[in-house]
């Protein structure tokens, strides 16, 4: 690099942290930190790599806080989203429709579990897990059952940040700040994470509370397969099918939030599928738009739907009480369209059981490494424990800094190191993220 570039590079860089230090307020970062915090300056990215304001390039382990399912600039979605400018940017919902927005909801009905078949755009995972509650919780008041005004959620659940998605929580210590704010839930408890036979026992607890409380439930919210932000805690597909089948039996509704595991994440295109398994409601984001545009998406059955038509009138009290501004953003819409082609026309899914099994054998490798404990994989996931710290776990920060000497951006969840790399990411890249992450990993853990 020639002098005069790296001054700009270095002018760039600097720029920015001083912005950032006077005005940027970035989530879960104290203030202390911002200010003495050396953070990637990032300023392009390109399939599985990010490139800083010195132009150094850093492979993307986390895609982009697990959105990012395609890498980054696909052509296809750079050019979709400037097709769409082209002609149409937003409009109004409240009263219009949107050729994009229509195909858009018809193509993912296409896609999703049997018998989902309406959708309704919010903005992103936590606004479609708002949709899903506020929804469930509208069709029992006006539909025979207005006792049903509680839900049930699994220890170590994450739903999102907004109070809704907040209070349907499981995380312990993750929103004790705001508890006088959350609303009551049904908390069923979830094994100790050593505990690889505790799920059986847990799912008795389950399907005994789903029975009890039934009367006052109006839906058992899940994250398929993975709790994600709990430290990705993979769990059995016969759990999700005991719980459809409890819900079931009670006439209660299964909430499937795939935002993070839907569109590719666990191998399937969602994790519901693993298991054979169709919600009635089910909540996508994240790899919804490839990590390109927030827009999210609420899915439901055509009898949750119908309870919202007005018994006798055209313009009903009973229609849905919620909405966005943005809610079918053409944009969005556009970005969502042209990923779901991709997903056929690349066969994305195809081309996950290569790509998994590297991941899987780097974590097998890493299970023998001193320090390292729980070694766990499932599709595009990877991961290991360094330490019983949790999200205080003093090992997290050190493996970030360790996986960034190597040119590898990691976001350890306190003390679980994982992966999620994008699904598409060339073999080549995905070897060179491994042996970073392995190594990151050994460094820290010993
Ligand atoms: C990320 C996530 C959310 C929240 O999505 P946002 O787009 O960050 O609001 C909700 N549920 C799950 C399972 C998630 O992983």
Not at 29 to 52: N, Q, S
Request: glycine share 10%; net charge negative.
């Amino acid at each position: 690099m020639t002098a005069p570039a790296d001054a700009d590079a270095a002018a760039t860089r600097a720029a920015a942290l001083a912005a950032a230090r006077a005005h940027l307020w970035p989530p879960y970062t104290a203030p202390e930190v911002l200010d003495g915090a050396d953070p990637l300056v990032v300023t392009h990215a390109d399939g599985a790599w990010l490139t800083d304001a010195d132009g150094r390039r850093y492979l993307d382990g986390i895609s982009s806080w697990w959105a990012a399912t395609l890498g980054h600039g696909h052509p296809r979605l750079r050019a979709a989203l400037a097709d769409q400018a082209s002609r149409l940017i937003h409009v109004g919902a409240g009263g219009t429709i949107t050729p994009v927005a229509a195909a858009l909801a018809a193509e993912l009905v296409a896609v999703a579990p049997a018998g989902l078949t309406r959708v309704h755009f919010s903005d992103d995972g936590s606004t479609a897990v708002e949709a899903a509650l506020k929804i469930a919780f509208q069709f029992w008041q006006q539909n025979g059952r207005p006792a049903r005004q509680r839900f049930l959620t699994l220890a170590g659940a994450y739903h999102g940040d907004t109070l809704g998605a907040a209070s349907v929580a499981g995380l312990g210590g993750f929103f004790d700040t705001f508890a006088p704010l959350l609303f009551e839930v049904v908390h069923a408890p979830a094994p100790g994470q050593d505990d690889a036979h505790g799920w059986a026992e847990v799912t008795d607890q389950l399907e005994r509370l789903i029975h009890e409380r039934a009367g006052e439930l109006a839906g058992v919210i899940v994250e398929p397969m993975v709790q994600g932000a709990a430290g990705m805690r993979l769990y059995p597909a016969d759990v999700l099918r005991r719980v459809r089948a409890a819900t079931t039996a009670v006439d209660t509704f299964l909430i499937a939030d795939e935002v993070f595991t839907g569109y590719g994440r666990t191998g399937a295109m969602w994790a519901c599928d693993l298991a054979g398994v169709a919600p009635d409601l089910l909540c996508t984001a994240k790899g919804f738009t490839a990590g390109t545009v927030p827009m999210a998406a609420t899915l439901a059955t055509a009898r949750i739907y119908d309870g919202f038509r007005a018994a006798g009138g055209p313009v009903g009290p009973r229609a849905l009480l919620h909405g966005h501004t943005f809610c079918g953003f053409p944009l969005g819409a556009a970005v969502a369209r042209e990923v779901l082609s991709i997903y056929r026309d690349e066969a994305v899914l195809a081309g996950i059981p290569a790509r998994a099994e590297r991941m899987a054998s780097a974590i097998t490798y890493l299970a023998g490494v001193p320090g390292v404990r729980r070694p766990r994989a499932l599709g595009m996931i990877g991961a290991v424990d360094l330490g019983d710290g949790g999200y205080h776990g003093a090992r997290g920060p050190a493996l970030r800094e360790a996986a960034r000497r190597r040119g590898l951006y990691l976001r350890p969840l306190g003390d679980v190191a994982y992966l999620c790399p994008p699904l598409t990411i060339p073999l080549p890249d995905l070897t060179t993220m491994l042996a970073a992450f392995v190594d990151a990993v050994t460094e820290v853990a010993s």
